[in-house]
């Protein structure tokens, strides 16, 4: 009897959710032995190790690294998240500010079931890694997280000055 092959989307997805169950395992690990200070770490390295990667694609796209607006971060945001098989939607963006709305992410029931936090409290180094990338003025915070049981991940970005 032949075996079904999944399609390559499914694949994709499966090997998400499968990466995001890891890093919830370990995220609800660091955090029962070192607690908030131990996520916080974890964010910081996310956040240091996606930087260069976020830089790398926005000059690509042809983003200003470094001198750019909002609207520059919903450019690189958004091809950063479909690569990760995201449904996103962009909404009140200007120069200084836009927000994200995550509909659909492959991470999120894994994160749920085994560490709900861990989109707020470590994944977010991601995004504020694509922020800073865009303009080290730009500040990224979540607002709304799947995994913490709401309908959809919402994230701000906005420029402080």
Request: hydrophobic share 40%.
């Amino acid at each position: 009897m032949p075996i079904p092959t999944p399609s390559p989307e499914d694949l994709v997805k499966k090997a998400i959710a499968g990466d995001a169950a890891m890093m919830a395992a370990m995220a609800k690990g660091v955090y029962e032995k070192y607690g908030d200070e131990g996520l916080a770490a974890m964010a910081r390295g996310m956040q240091e190790a996606f930087t260069p990667l976020a830089q790398s694609i926005g000059k690509r796209l042809g983003v200003p690294i470094g001198k750019g607006e909002a609207r520059d971060w919903v450019k690189l945001d958004g091809f950063m998240g479909s690569g990760m098989a995201m449904q996103c939607k962009f909404t009140q963006v200007s120069d200084k500010g836009a927000y994200v709305t995550v509909t659909e992410c492959p991470y999120a029931d894994q994160v749920k079931r085994i560490f709900p936090a861990f989109c707020r409290k470590v994944l977010i180094g991601v995004e504020r890694a694509i922020a800073q990338s865009v303009n080290p003025s730009m500040e990224a915070h979540g607002e709304k997280y799947l995994p913490e049981g709401d309908d959809v991940c919402e994230i701000h970005a906005d420029l402080r000055k």
